[in-house]
């Protein structure tokens, strides 16, 4: 029986736990809300015909701005980094969005 089965079945059951179990759940379960956020942020980009680009390419279209330039923007969050396996990319629609606001001043 899961945890919340027990909850539903026993709601007034009081249940001791070690307090390392416990992070251990809430860490897992960040985990788990995490990749679910990831996967549905995925879907709804490729939805919307949004597309991920290299890090380097990306550069390329903003002007080749300095490494500490592209940290600044990720902190500002004007760029959210991708990483797959250890590659960066940017969401094309971080980039649209960047060069739209620089050709507007």
């Avoid at 500490?68 to 629609?93: A, H, N």
């Amino acid at each position: 029986m899961d945890l919340v089965s027990m909850a539903k079945q026993f709601p007034d059951m009081t249940v001791s736990i070690r307090v390392s179990d416990l992070l251990a759940a809430n860490e897992a379960l960040v985990r788990k809300v995490r990749i679910e956020t990831e996967r549905e942020q995925e879907k709804r980009d490729r939805q919307a015909g949004d597309h991920l680009i290299k890090k380097e390419t990306a550069r390329q279209m903003l002007g080749s701005p300095d490494k500490s330039t592209m940290w600044r923007w990720e902190q500002q969050q004007y760029l959210t980094p991708v990483k797959i396996g250890g590659r960066v990319f940017y969401r094309s629609s971080d980039i649209d969005r960047l060069i739209r606001s620089h050709e507007e001043k």
